[in-house]
């Protein structure tokens, strides 16, 4: 069982609606992340929220803004969505070590903008 | 060229056989290679990692690295109909802190 916790499992939304995902990781990892997935495609990456700095992909949206308040939580806010925002969204974590920075991923939030 | 390459199947093995995968990378600074299993409408699951050239074995998994060649593979002995997924190589590179994912092959076990 994954020790990355997302809520909610699965979301419908409309364009106007702001709304939150929201994922907790109960590992004490110092990196958090939030991946987006469309059908038959692989996992991009959209935040990365490691040793408190936050690293953005430049081609995300501004509708999509992430929130950490703590070094285990890390909060997707969504507002103004389009329908081909509608994907798997992933929130996984990481840390550094003899592992060598494995990504744990959660089961995912399944999101629909209708 | 795409940063991670695998084939993207369909790759259909007997079950009992031997299921190979294989993936490509073009980041020489990568240092981190993983396969995760992803079953339809799941997420990924991690089923191997590996870091130093040669092999590693889990089970009926044995993950191969050669950075030389930047190739990683995936084999699967003793297939079973549960291993039926797609397979997802993905590349770590510390310096950006990014993990990369192929376009995944999509395996299915004939029983």
């Known amino acids: 069982d994954t020790e990355v916790t997302q809520t909610p499992k699965h979301l419908v939304m409309g364009m106007t609606n702001k709304k939150s995902l929201k994922c907790e990781q109960h590992?004490?990892?110092?990196?958090m992340y939030w991946y987006k997935q469309k059908a038959k495609k692989p996992p991009e990456l959209m935040f990365v929220y490691s040793y408190e700095k936050l690293s953005i992909n430049e081609s995300v949206p501004s509708r999509f803004s992430p929130e950490c308040p703590n070094s285990s939580l890390l909060n997707l806010h969504l507002h103004a969505l389009q329908p081909e925002d509608s994907a798997l969204y992933l929130c996984?974590?990481?840390?550094?070590?003899?592992?060598?920075?494995?990504?744990?991923f959660g089961e995912g939030s399944w999101l629909t903008v209708v | 060229q795409k940063e991670v390459e695998q084939n993207s199947g369909p790759l259909s093995v007997p079950e009992g056989a031997i299921a190979s995968l294989n993936c490509t990378y073009s980041?020489?600074?990568?240092?981190?290679f993983f396969w995760y299993r992803q079953y339809s409408g799941k997420s990924p699951e991690l089923i191997m990692s590996?870091?130093?050239?040669g092999d590693k074995e889990d089970g009926r998994f044995t993950a191969q690295l050669n950075k030389a060649s930047q190739y990683v593979s995936l084999l699967i002995r003793d297939s079973q109909p549960s291993d039926s997924a797609t397979y997802l190589c993905a590349v770590y590179n510390f310096g950006n802190e990014k993990l990369t994912f192929g376009t995944g092959t999509r395996l299915t076990i004939i029983p």
């Open positions: 980041d020489r600074g990568s240092q981190s």
């Open positions: 590996i870091y130093s050239n």
């Open positions: 590992m004490g990892h110092r990196a």
């Open positions: 996984a974590s990481s840390q550094d070590g003899g592992d060598g920075n494995t990504i744990y």
